[in-house]
């Protein structure tokens, strides 16, 4: 047994490569003549100095098939267009390459060309250093011009373009901050971001070591309150989806039924051709249930979770009013009681 399964692993494999790599080397070889198309195009753009344009076909070109010599003229555009970060740091690609001893002398006039080109460049990039203010813990997000930073650029030296840039850090608990700068070429500069809390969010109160409340950390109001809503949303969208597949179920299964119903005579007997079509109208009518089954759980579930969603925010609601009964009280200690009165019953509840 294990044998014979080897033995046709080795003609399958056989079959795979006599079959595919030919169509995988013409692929290839399509990519190929195409990116030097593309290559030639972009490097007379960039000649006549019109890089904007060139960029877009060597970015294509490098796309389909990494050249040096496409890659150094995209750089140089890039570089000339004012991203001297991504123009330098694709010309470090370059030079790091290595190239074979009988490579065109095209590769090794480009490989030149980035060396001399980097000379010129890096002494022009800029460096930014941020510093975000928060308490510790707290996670935030920068954005650098558009573009989500990764923490770990933070409170380091950033290579930056020189020009104007602009920055917002945000926190959840906390007012965004916008900012811009501007560097020069070559300048090294450091920049502090502070965020205030907002005092309109909602924060999470507990008791301290002391007996006094404390807040523990800050938490949006409308952005728990739309998270809540989201598993209640996900079950009613399963549950449309569910029944959607009953529907179809059930209308396939009565023409499957119609159709037979004509075929087969009075007392069920059906002819040969048409046991295909029992076994199609069981199965879509065991689909039809599912989806009926689905549609009801899911429904169900949705109305369950919306439902205890609505509950929860009338609590915190309850808590939120009761706090602010303590603090207006003028209670420093944080204590205090309260008096219900029921129509069978005198309780007294209190908070400390």
């Not at 890039?78 to 290595?98: D, H, N, S």
């Not at 109001?221 to 739309?226: F, G, I």
Request: charged share 20%.
């Amino acid at each position: 047994m294990f044998t014979g399964w080897g033995a046709s692993l080795g003609v399958g494999l056989v079959l795979s490569f006599t079959f595919f790599s030919p169509l995988a080397l013409a692929d290839e070889a399509v990519d190929t003549a195409t990116a030097r198309g593309l290559g030639v195009d972009g490097v007379a753009l960039a000649n006549a100095g019109n890089c904007k344009e060139a960029i877009e076909k060597l970015e294509r070109a490098e796309t389909l098939h990494h050249a040096p010599t496409t890659a150094t003229r995209l750089g140089e555009c890039e570089i000339a267009t004012g991203r001297l970060v991504r123009g330098t740091e694709r010309l470090q690609r370059v030079i790091r390459e290595p190239i074979a001893s009988n490579a065109h002398a095209a590769f090794a006039a480009a490989v030149a060309r980035a060396h001399k080109l980097l000379e010129t460049s890096v002494p022009r990039l800029a460096t930014l250093r941020l510093k975000v203010e928060v308490p510790p813990g707290t996670k935030f997000v920068v954005v650098v011009d558009d573009e989500p930073t990764s923490d770990a650029l933070v409170d380091t030296d950033r290579l930056i373009d020189p020009g104007t840039h602009s920055i917002k850090v945000s926190a959840l608990g906390f007012l965004p901050s916008s900012t811009s700068t501007v560097l020069e070429e070559g300048q090294t500069k450091s920049m502090v971001v502070e965020l205030r809390r907002d005092p309109h969010a909602r924060v999470a109160v507990t008791p301290s070591e002391t007996g006094n409340l404390s807040v523990s950390g800050p938490v949006g109001r409308d952005a728990e309150s739309k998270v809540s809503r989201v598993p209640a949303i996900a079950a009613f969208g399963l549950g449309a989806l569910g029944l959607g597949i009953g529907v179809v179920g059930g209308v396939v299964t009565g023409r499957k039924a119609t159709s037979l119903a004509n075929a087969c005579d009075a007392n069920r007997v059906c002819p040969v051709d048409a046991q295909r079509d029992i076994r199609d109208a069981k199965t879509w009518a065991t689909v039809s249930t599912v989806g009926f089954v689905a549609a009801g759980a899911f429904a169900t579930t949705g109305l369950v979770l919306l439902l205890a969603g609505g509950a929860q925010g009338s609590r915190e609601s309850t808590r939120e009013s009761n706090l602010a009964s303590s603090r207006s009280s003028g209670s420093k200690s944080g204590f205090y009681m309260r008096p219900s009165v029921g129509a069978t019953s005198v309780s007294l509840d209190g908070m400390f």
